[in-house]
């Protein structure tokens, strides 16, 4: 039974780049949530797809903006790259829970993304 | 808006002894806390939840406390062993899973 995977594992982008992070939940999950994580820091919570929809939002710029497949897979885009965007992303999965309390999360190991 | 605390970077132990490290939050009354672990270059990995209504909850070596007084929680290892090194993060399922910033655990031989 494959965990999260993420794709790719590291990345290098320059300042102005778009880039597509991608990400593909635990077997029999329906909900995928993305987390930035800056070095030294927790994971900060970007947005939350499900039923290909965003359900929940963090408190992220409108450059940053995702995708839910029917397969339930996902995709993390981010334009108009800045320096700060630097950070590990991080990609979890669980089953949808109406209230919007996940107990429990299943974490990717993430895409290292570094803008140069 | 809810915060959450833990309260060290970073805690060096001797091997055998026991770990404690603290995580306090504000502005939120939650059903239940959870702990994660973390390696570097991986993501977190669930170890456990507790729920307000308990007070303690066991795992193996670990041990999770709740004080919704104190708004406090603690996370013990016992028996500490150097494959324990990692950062620990608390977490509010406050429907965005607000983590804390992590502690940083060196278990030395």
């Known amino acids: 039974d494959a965990g999260v995977t993420q794709s790719p594992t590291h990345l290098i982008k320059t300042r102005g780049q778009q880039v597509t992070l991608r990400c593909s939940p635990k077997?029999?999950?329906?909900?995928v949530s993305w987390y930035q994580q800056a070095l030294g820091q927790g994971p900060q919570f970007i947005f939350q797809y499900y039923e290909e929809e965003e359900r929940q939002r963090g408190n992220f710029p409108d450059r940053f903006s995702g995708h839910q497949f029917p397969n339930y897979s996902s995709e993390l885009n981010v334009n108009a790259l800045l320096l700060g965007d630097s950070a590990l992303y991080l990609c979890?999965?669980?089953?949808?829970?109406?209230?919007?309390?996940?107990?429990?999360?299943?974490f990717g190991s993430g895409t290292q993304l570094s803008v140069l | 808006s809810q915060k959450i605390e833990q309260n060290s970077e970073a805690l060096n132990i001797q091997e055998g002894k026991t770990a404690t490290l603290t995580c306090n939050y504000t502005?939120?009354?939650?059903?239940?806390l959870q702990w994660y672990r973390q390696d570097p270059g991986r993501g977190p990995v669930f170890l456990l939840l507790i729920r307000e209504n308990e007070k303690e909850k066991r795992k193996e070596r670990l041990k999770v406390t709740f004080d919704t007084t104190l708004k406090q929680s603690l996370f013990h290892i016992t028996a500490s062993q150097p494959a324990d090194s990692a950062t620990y993060l608390c977490a509010l399922p406050a429907g965005k899973s607000t983590f804390g910033d992590g502690t940083t655990l060196t278990v030395k031989p």
């Open positions: 502005n939120y009354s939650p059903a239940y």
């Open positions: 077997s029999g999950h329906d909900t």
């Open positions: 979890a999965s669980s089953l949808f829970v109406p209230s919007g309390l996940n107990e429990k999360l299943f």
